[in-house]
């Protein structure tokens, strides 16, 4: 009996890791299209003169999108943990549909984050503050944006989000909810704990450039590195001292 539940999890982690990394590599196939095609509207992407709705519809989608790219894989560890834990746990043989509807929490409430950044994005272009290749031009938004994600790296908010993401079994213990409801719920929590940890960085991207996919990349990494690598607190808090220290360079520049 061990050994029969030792294989299906096996085969389970074998499920769900292709199934992130396939959803990771659709999201990152789709954002290297874009920027083959120079961002233009034929490729799903708004122009930059006067936007309407559809534009923000497009603009949320390319937010998504790169929420998927950027976050899925730093995800990973905590998704595969719950897969294991809710095998263990359910009767029901419905433990992979679970483990779906946990990821789907998690994608809501970034895609929740992606409508506010599009619309963010939306405004900043109607009072002329990016350029065609949707950076800010202003050195006091840049610097500033810079210099508030270092601070924000060094605030407890940042500490207990990401101690929260580093630590996969103290939050299926604390959080455990079960059913189907109940594997949705706890994916919304640990992704507004992920939002919570990893906003500002992801805010870094109108300083490089919205769809400058190796700024992209390298946050991807970063975040990462942040969540599962051993001194992955005092990573950040030097990434923050780099940052409001190129923050205070950018806004004097």
């Not at 120079?38 to 519809?57: E, I, N, T």
């Not at 043989?93 to 679970?98: E, H, P, S, T, V």
């Amino acid at each position: 009996m061990a050994r029969s539940l030792e294989a299906i999890l096996r085969r389970d982690r074998s499920v769900v890791g292709a199934g992130l990394a396939g959803i990771a590599a659709l999201a990152w196939a789709y954002l290297l299209r874009l920027g083959a095609a120079g961002m233009d509207a034929s490729m799903a992407m708004p122009d930059m003169r006067g936007w309407g709705a559809v534009d923000a519809l497009l603009l949320f989608v390319m937010w998504a999108v790169m929420m998927v790219a950027t976050m899925l894989p730093a995800a990973s560890p905590m998704i595969l943990m719950f897969t294991a834990v809710n095998r263990r746990r359910a009767a029901d043989g419905r433990a992979l549909a679970r483990t779906g509807l946990f990821v789907l929490g998690y994608v809501i409430v970034w895609s929740g984050y992606s409508v506010l950044a599009a619309l963010a994005q939306w405004a900043l272009h109607d009072r002329a503050l990016l350029s065609p290749a949707m950076r800010t031009g202003s050195p006091a938004l840049g610097g500033g944006l810079l210099v508030a994600a270092g601070i924000f790296q060094w605030t407890p908010l940042k500490r207990a989000c990401l101690r929260t993401c580093r630590s996969p079994l103290a939050f299926l213990t604390t959080e455990w909810r079960e059913g189907a409801a109940g594997a949705l719920v706890m994916g919304l929590r640990h992704g507004a704990y992920c939002v919570g940890c990893c906003w500002a960085l992801m805010a870094l991207l109108f300083v490089a450039g919205v769809m400058n996919l190796a700024w992209v990349a390298a946050i991807a990494v970063f975040v990462l590195a942040e969540k599962v690598v051993p001194g992955g607190e005092g990573l950040g808090r030097a990434a923050g001292l780099l940052l409001v220290a190129a923050g205070v360079v950018v806004a004097a520049g």
